[in-house]
């Protein structure tokens, strides 16, 4: 837990959210500025800076974070078309320094680009 950090304060429960989906590893809360119709984060509990900060011992973990994707998208009904993005560095537009996958979906039609 890194105590100034906003996702490790929502794991702590020390500020809310939205929750969508908990397992162990993660957690998954919908996304305060939403950039889809549906966007949720999917979140590690342990604070691990970004993918550049990805140690040998979490590959597994992050292994399991696409089988949280695969049961948030069917719980949310998105499961025909959506989005996994990952922002890695400022330049990038990570924001906050904690590890994080966002989904993106719920469009009526085919996502342009
Ligand atoms: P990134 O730009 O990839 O670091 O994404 C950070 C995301 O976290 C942004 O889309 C923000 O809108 C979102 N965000 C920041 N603070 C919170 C919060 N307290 N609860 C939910 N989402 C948040
Ligand atoms: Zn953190």
């Known amino acids: 837990m890194k105590k100034d950090c906003i ?16 397992t162990e590893e993660f ?24 993918v550049n900060e990805l140690e040998k011992d979490d590959l597994a973990m992050m292994g399991r974070a696409y089988q949280v994707a695969q049961e948030v998208v ?4 998105i499961r025909d078309g959506y989005q996994l993005h990952i922002n890695v560095g400022e330049k990038a537009g990570q924001l906050v320094d904690h590890l994080h996958i966002h989904v993106w979906g719920g469009w009526k039609v085919k996502q342009a680009g």
């Open 7 to 22: 996702f490790c304060q929502i794991v702590a429960g020390e500020s809310p959210a939205k929750m969508v989906y908990e």
């Open 27 to 50: 957690l998954v809360f919908t996304d305060i500025h939403p950039k889809a119709p549906v966007h949720v984060l999917i979140v590690p509990r342990k604070h691990i800076v970004s």
């Open 74 to 77: 069917q719980k949310l009904g």
